[in-house]
């Protein structure tokens, strides 16, 4: 079983990639595959589909965060690190809403411009502030 680093960078990769194209999401992971330089697993293949079968709803919450810039306008990297670490905080139990907001600034400092780490952070911020606020509401 591959590493959950692993599987996140490989995750950011393809989604990354299927925002340049038209392609259906089976033949991106099928080139990814064959390319041997790309982890293709089914944890991979299902956090991707997941993103992009939630792309709307998720789209939806960057948008409330980011007060600087609407969704159409954030630098794809950036746009595929924030919806996989709010696909992760909101869907996936094995992630800690901290962790995927730390691993998604990990990935924003290894692929993005140093003027993004810090909008992806305040936006994931102001994202795990309004998410802890509903938890803590709930009890």
């Known amino acids: ?3 959950r680093r692993e599987v996140r960078q490989a995750a950011l990769i393809i989604s990354f ?5 038209n392609d259906a999401l089976e033949d991106i992971f099928n080139t990814a595959e064959e390319s ?5 697993d089914d944890e991979v293949r299902n956090i991707v589909t997941s993103i992009f079968e939630r792309q709307e709803e998720i789209d939806g919450i960057i948008g ?6 609407a969704v159409s306008r954030i630098p794809k ?4 690190i924030l919806r996989l670490a ?3 905080a909101l869907y996936d139990d094995k992630v800690p809403v901290n962790v995927a907001i730390s691993e ?3 990935l924003t400092e290894k692929y993005a411009l140093d003027a993004d780490i810090s909008f992806v952070n305040g936006v994931l911020g102001s994202f795990a502030k309004k998410l802890s606020g509903k938890e ?4």
């Open 1 to 3: 079983m591959a590493a």
């Open 36 to 40: 041997g330089e790309i982890l293709v």
């Open 86 to 88: 709010i696909y992760e």
């Open 64 to 69: 409330k965060f980011s007060d600087k810039r």
């Open 136 to 139: 803590a509401s709930k009890q």
């Open 17 to 21: 990639e299927k925002l340049f194209l």
């Open 77 to 80: 990297i950036d746009l595929a």
């Open 104 to 106: 998604a600034v990990a």
